[in-house]
Structure formats: C-alpha cells, structure tokens
C-alpha cells in the first residue's frame, strides 16, 4: 500500500510539471509587463519571446506527442496455454498464491530478465490488459524453485497494483524529456525544467525501489527465503554470462556478415560448457551500494531484507526450468525468427558461424598490413608473397618499423613475427588447409584437415629472417598452404565494427561546412549538416539514427591508416592540417559557433590528430 500511495505521489508531481510551466508562463509576462515600463516594447518582447517559446511552444508540442503516444508491448513471442501448458499451470498457481488474476499473455523476449505490463484505463481505476514478459535465458539457466519465485515476484506487481500506473507515468515521462529536448541549454526556462525533472526522478524511483522490495515478499511467499535469494544471486550471474555470449560469440560474427541460426541454442551449450566459471561468480557475494537515482534496491539489500522476512513451506525443486516448455529449443529459434532482423547476413551453425568469424577478423588483420604494404612498395595487388620477397632482399625491418615505431628496424623485424602468423593463417584458410575451431569453452582452435593444431607460430617466426625464410616456406608447402593465396580481400578499411569515440558540430572541411564523427578506425564527414544552431542537438539525433558502421557507409569515410601526418596549427578554435599517404591535403577548421557532443569530444580529436605528427 505504501509503494501505492508514492506511485500516486509520482503521478502529482507530473501534473506538477505542468504547474512549473504555467508559473514560468505567469513570470514571463510579468517580466514583459515590467521591461516594457524600463524599454522600449519591441525590446521588452525580443527578451521575453525565448521564454514564451520554451514554456508555451516546447511544452505543447511534448505533451501533444506524449498524449498520443502508447507504451508498445517488448517484442517477443507470445505463448499460448496449448503451446506451454506446465508454464501457464504454474502461472495460474502462483496468480492464486498472491491474488492476482492470470496475466492474459505470456511472452517469451530475448532478455535476462523478467517484467509485467497492464494497459489500465482512466488513471489505473480500471484493470486492462496483463502481459507477462519472462526472458527464455531465466528458462534456460535456472531452476524451477528459482523461476517460481522470479514469476511470483512478478504476478506481486500485479496484486500490489504497481502497473496500474505505467502509462501514464510512461506519458509523463515522454512529455518532461521531450519539453527539456527543446529548449537551449542556455535558457532559464530549461534551467527550470531539469531541476524539476530530476527532483521527479528521485521520487519516481523512490517508489520503484518500494515497489520491489513489496514485490519480493511474493517471492518469498510462494519460493522461499532460500529460492527467493538463490534467484536474485543467479541474476548478476546470468547477466554478465549473457555479455560475454553476445560479446565474445555474437558480435563479432554479427560484424562480419553472419548470423549464428540457433542464437539462444547457443547460450543454453556455453552455460554447460562454464559451469565451472559460473559457479565461481556464483559464490562471490552481490555488490551492495546504490544510488537513489537507481529504480531498484541493490541485490544484496533484498537478500538482507528477504533473510528477515517470514519464510514459506515451499519445497525446493532443482530441476532446470526448461521443463517449463515443451520444446524450449524449438520455441528458441522462432524467437530468433520474430526478435531478430538479420538482413543481408548469412546465417551458419555454430561451428561455420565462428570459422568464418575469426577468419574474417583475421583477414581483416591481414588486409591492414596488406594495404600498408601497397602503399610502401606502390604494390597494386599486395599480398604474402611480396611480403615475402621484403624479407628476402632483407627490407623488412624499413617495412616494419611503421607498425613498432619505438622499435630499431632490426627489431621491427623480429616483432613482426606477430602479424606475420596472421597473414599465414589467412593463407592457410585461402588455401583450404586449415580452419578455425569452435569451442564453448576456450577460444577457437587454429587447426589443420587432421583436426590437430597448426605451428604456424613457429613458422611465423622463421619467415622474418632471411636465413631461415626457404625453411619457412618448405614448412607452409608441407602442410598444403600456398603463400599466393594469401592476399587482400579488403583494399579500403571500412567502419565494420568501429565505435563512436567523439563528434563536433559546424567544422569547415576544406572550407565547406560539416558535422565531424570520430570513430577509432577514422573521421566521417557529414556535409550539408544544416543550420549551425541546436549542433549538440543534431549530433545525438545522427549518432542515434543508425549504427556506427551504416552512418560511415552514408557519408565520407576517412581511415585514420590513410593519414600521413597531422599538424595541429590551432587549439581552439580547433584548426588543422592532414596529409595523406597519396599525398592529398585537407584542413579542418572550428568555428567558434561549432558544439560538441561531449564535453571532450574535442580533446580526444586533438589526441588523435597529434598521435599523427606535432603542434605548430
């Protein structure tokens, strides 16, 4: 009941929100009134129009979109009462447990986490429609005392009438942010606003972190005190597992053109395959502190509130949640089907999906130095054998001493070994004679047609010597690779899997107006951006429009490995000059109109720009 009445307290302070707005509106006309006594009226009404625009123009435009808008149910895939008949009993038995009718949907998504939705009516006085969200990873990873208590905590939102309220706080919610994303960061009425909007958001989630603690007290009702906390210490547990599945696996193949076709198939096999490793993060204790900014109590402060609570006759039950579903792989795939959009990438199994993948980081290594080798020999199809032959007329230290600029010449040579390995296994793979071999619980093996490792390491090491180069190559010709076959697939760098690292606004490029992104793989050039005002502005909206790699892809790309040098002439107003390896020159100017989209965003350019020669 308490978390109830703070949900309405919430509610208050949005109508509040439109208080604040009224005053400033009160206060700018008594402004106008009084300057118009002091000056003249047409000066009295160019100080005040700022005002009246951001209190009467941004408000109403929010508040029209906000009361328009509706929240759209998380993307998932809906399962009916024939399609999972145990998960829906037991929902039915745990809704009874803590009264609350059955949601009318349940919804498998693609997350590790779980969430209820109700579309009430006329300010949550009259029940809607029920959604209940259950992320298949929980399905996957725990057991059937833990999902038990997890949905319990969920149907406990339901009976404690937290959702009730949830559309019109997500209008709220749309209308503050949309009014404050109108109005200047130089005027006093946004100054307002954000001070009000945060004071909001305290509250707000203040009743948030009520609401669930009210909520976990289902949990225990139904679960447990022992299921109740063993669940909260297997959610940090899943979500870090969860990251390093999407980072280590998924990404990287998603990046190159692949998709793997059984997406949650394969985090069911790296759950077994680390069950050691998860056991280990399961026996750390969960991090306690907090924020009052935070919408949920810390992990170890509900397991300190949950010891203390009564506890329950449920009987533990460790069978693996699965068993929930009758085909949970099955299901799995047909949320791959809804969830994700692949495009144009191929999809491969598991064991294709990451050969491919790291053969085409690898490849990608290899065309960098392939591209490097181009431009210092004037090679117009560079590849290993023209590597090769640096070796052998012993140039290969000069060639070298670009990618180990703290080295001799002598010494670049012997530490080219490394990117040497990476230009054999590309030719090893062009060559049929080896591949990349998955594994969940090591990373892939680089290994031969026979399933054995290959030495190319060893290799590596002897074809950066001119003694001992012929006993490199008789060594790769036994083992079926052909050095021709290794050679540049890729002869521009690209954005693939580039991030955003900073961006200014209203920088002339050779004189012409532009909007500048800087990755770590180079700079995009955005011409036309549009009229200089609002630059941060129209920097968030860019960046959030598309990913990183489309937006390269849209406008100019330039690879930092295409610049030659970089002079810094001016600080600020940034002001520079590039030179490129094909001897192009461009400058690059700030205006002092330009905006940044973070406050460092022109020290990081300036950092990369002197990496590439000195200031003036």
Not at 97 to 126: F, Q, Y
Not at 406 to 434: D, H, I, W, Y
Request: no cysteine; charged share 20%; net charge neutral.
């Amino acid at each position: 009941m308490v978390a109830t009445f703070r949900a309405l307290a919430s509610v208050v302070m949005l109508a509040g929100f439109y208080v604040v707005a009224l005053i400033q509106l009160a206060g700018a006309v008594a402004l106008v009134i009084w300057i118009s006594t002091v000056l003249n009226g047409v000066i009295a009404l160019k100080i005040a129009f700022p005002l009246f625009v951001a209190t009467v123009g941004a408000v109403s435009v929010a508040l029209w979109k906000a009361i328009r808008a509706k929240p759209e149910p998380a993307p998932g895939l809906t399962v009916g009462p024939d399609q999972a008949p145990e998960l829906w009993r037991t929902v039915h038995e745990l809704a009874t447990v803590v009264g609350t009718r059955v949601p009318n949907e349940i919804r498998l998504v693609p997350e590790v986490n779980a969430a209820v939705s109700e579309d009430a009516k006329l300010l949550g006085l009259i029940s809607g429609r029920r959604i209940l969200y259950i992320g298949i990873p929980l399905l996957q990873a725990m057991r059937v005392d833990q999902i038990r208590s997890v949905l319990a905590h969920e149907l406990g939102h339901y009976s404690g009438r937290h959702t009730r309220l949830g559309a019109v706080a997500y209008r709220g919610r749309l209308a503050m942010g949309g009014t404050i994303s109108r109005i200047g960061p130089r005027n006093p009425v946004g100054w307002v606003f954000r001070g009000y909007s945060r004071l909001y958001l305290l509250v707000d989630n203040a009743a948030s972190r009520r609401q669930e603690l009210e909520a976990d007290r289902s949990s225990v009702q139904v679960a447990g005190r022992v299921a109740a906390a063993s669940a909260l210490r297997e959610l940090p547990v899943l979500d870090a597992a969860w990251d390093f599945y999407f980072q280590r696996y998924v990404h990287p193949g998603w990046q190159a053109g692949y998709v793997p076709d059984d997406l949650f198939g394969g985090f069911n096999e790296l759950l077994v395959a680390r069950q050691a490793e998860l056991d280990e993060m399961r026996g750390a204790e969960p991090e306690g502190g907090g924020s009052r900014w935070d919408t949920h109590p810390p992990i170890a402060e509900r397991i300190g509130i949950i010891a203390t609570a009564p506890d329950a006759s449920g009987a533990s039950d460790d069978r693996p949640a699965r068993v929930l579903l009758p085909d949970i792989t099955a299901l799995g795939r047909r949320l791959q089907q809804l969830v994700v959009d692949a495009g144009d990438r191929t999809m491969l199994p598991w064991p294709e999906f990451t050969a491919a993948t790291v053969a085409a980081g690898v490849q990608r290594e290899a065309d960098a130095v392939f591209r490097a080798l181009g431009r210092f020999t004037g090679t117009p199809d560079p590849g290993l054998p023209a590597v090769l032959e640096l070796v052998q007329s012993g140039r290969l230290g000069e060639f070298a001493e670009q990618f180990f600029p703290n080295a001799t010449r002598r010494e670049a040579a012997g530490k080219f070994a490394e990117p040497m390995e990476s230009l054999l296994q590309s030719a090893a793979v062009a060559s049929g004679a080896a591949r990349w071999q998955h594994s969940w619980s090591e990373p892939a093996r680089f290994v031969g047609r026979d399933g054995q490792p290959l030495p190319l390491a060893e290799i590596a090491e002897l074809a950066v010597a001119p003694q001992t180069l012929p006993d490199a190559v008789a060594r790769l010709t036994a083992l079926g690779i052909d050095p021709a076959a290794g050679k540049v697939v890729q002869r521009r760098a690209d954005a693939s899997g580039a991030r955003l690292l900073a961006a200014l606004a209203n920088i002339k490029v050779d004189g012409v107006d532009h909007d500048l992104l800087m990755l770590n793989r180079g700079l995009v050039f955005v011409s036309n951006p549009g009229k200089a005002d609002k630059g941060t502005k129209r920097l968030r909206e860019l960046v959030e429009s598309a990913p990183i790699t489309q937006l390269a892809s849209r406008h100019q790309f330039l690879p930092f490995e295409e610049f030659a040098t970089a002079t810094v002439r001016k600080q600020v107003p940034l002001k520079a000059e590039v030179v490129l390896h094909d001897g192009r020159r461009l400058t690059l100017q700030e205006a002092w109109s330009s905006e940044l989209l973070e406050k460092n965003s022109r020290d990081t350019l300036l950092k990369a720009l002197k990496s590439f020669g000195s200031e003036d």
